[in-house]
């Protein structure tokens, strides 16, 4: 017997004890969802909770070994991606392909065109119908148009059309603000409403919890591929879905450690850009994070990569425990003990089809090495330190760095850098695009590194983040840096206020 809201609306699709197994691994344990008409649900869980296997099973990719999908009624099965398309289950992924070459209509009609006499493709009736349903989502798009000619935002709109086009019921949103501005966001929710309206049930995966309350109606969370509880949104709140994501309180996210401000460690004066940053100056000292805030394009990270040695300033020094330092490249930076984990750590940070312990002792080889041959057993053992310390999962040291998850290939760079045994550490946008559990890691071990002296930088857009770990914030705007707060001074509204060039009233 299907369930109902407290409307008395039934599902559109539902599942019940699903169960899915690898070897080894059991992805799925008895899991149930409902998805409902003209509602949002969002999917809840941290990595490895087993949002991705739920999404490949409803798309026909993975098959259950146990359980039940039914959808409008009928109890079904989708052994290929073309039967869930079929039953009307469609999904936009963070990434969906798509192919330059070809125009608008022919990316959201691939493989299934409409064709007229003899078989050949109704190009006419094609791009009719590609208008069609660019106009049912307020995208202002030619169908002629070559994809190669638009920009990120209107290629996800072909995106959302390409899934429509299969007149779906079910439609799943897989992270899909991950690439997309603030004004595409915007625009995105504003689709969400428009597909609501027209009684598609969504189910909605984020990390996000702030688009989870802006967009969601209802919830449901998984935790270590079991489902846990479900309900609307009107009835929890964010302390409580945390709690039940990863079994601890909200408190526990941002633990940060009181810790013993020293001496001086970084000190950087006059830095300047020609194009990226102008006169940018501040003092980091033993045992401090310094928390970096600003809007997109404040110039931020341009900053910490001249500091590492990416790219190089046009004027200004900085002294590193005292001594003046003219910092050309990044073997210069690290030798000068400053060490920095990019934003990008899938193209920066971590290099795929290497193993996990390789990664982590690349930059530390003279550590484990005797007359220039490596010891494979002291590579281990300094890799193994380290990632325990972050409380990194994965099947063993042996395993590709690029077959982790997001969050577990963050510590993994982290871990790298901390082998180096630096005095300065930059982390940008370190928990960016991790889940829940992983980012109560990485914030535990950065105030654990602060307490043992260690000096910290980070970089976040994340208001919470900046506001729960620093000790002291720089808000940057148009790459200058706007104004420094710390103690009571650190607000939202003061950080808001510096980002945007906003004057107290008077």
Known sequence: MQAQS??????VLSLRGISKSFPGVRALNGVQLDLYPGQVTALIGENGAGKSTIVKILTGIYQPDEGTITVGGQDLRFPTAQAASDAGVTAIH????????????????????PR??????DTRRMEAEAARLLASIGADLSPKARLRDLGIASRHLVAIA???????????????????????????????ETLKAQGKAILFISHKFDEIFRIADRWTVFRDGQFIEDGTMA??????????????????????????IGKPVLTVAGYSHPTEFED?????????ILGFYGL???????????????????????????QVQVIRTTAEAVEAGIVYVPEDRGRQGAVK???????VTLPSLHRTSRAGFLRLSEEFALARDYTQRLDLRAASLDQDVGLLSGGNQQKVVIAKWLATRPRVIILDEPTKGIDIGSKAAVHDFMSELAAQGLAVIMVSSEIPEVLGMSDRVIVMREGRIAAEFAGDDMTPENLVRAAVGIEEAA
Request: proline share 5%; aromatic share 6%.
């Open 94 to 113: 963070q990434e969906t392909v798509l192919f330059d070459e070809l125009t608008v209509a022919e990316n959201i009609f691939i493989g299934h065109a």
């Open 162 to 192: 390409r899934a429509l086009s299969v007149d779906a019921r079910v439609v799943i949103m897989d992270e899909p603000t991950a690439a997309l501005s603030h004004k595409e966001i915007h625009e995105l929710y504003e689709l969400v």
């Open 235 to 260: 009835e929890v709140n964010e302390a409580r879905l945390v709690q039940l994501m990863v079994g601890r309180s909200v408190d526990q996210i941002y633990p940060k450690r009181p810790s013993q």
């Open 353 to 359: 089809g290497m193993p996990i312990f390789q990664n």
């Open 6 to 11: 407290a409307s008395g609306t039934t599902p």
């Open 116 to 121: 007229g006499r003899f078989g050949l493709i």
């Open 296 to 322: 997109v394009g404040a110039g931020r990270s341009e900053v910490m990569q001249a500091l590492f040695g990416i790219t190089k300033p046009s004027r200004g020094a900085c002294r590193i425990a005292g």
């Open 280 to 288: 940018i100056g501040f003092t980091l000292h033993e045992g401090e």
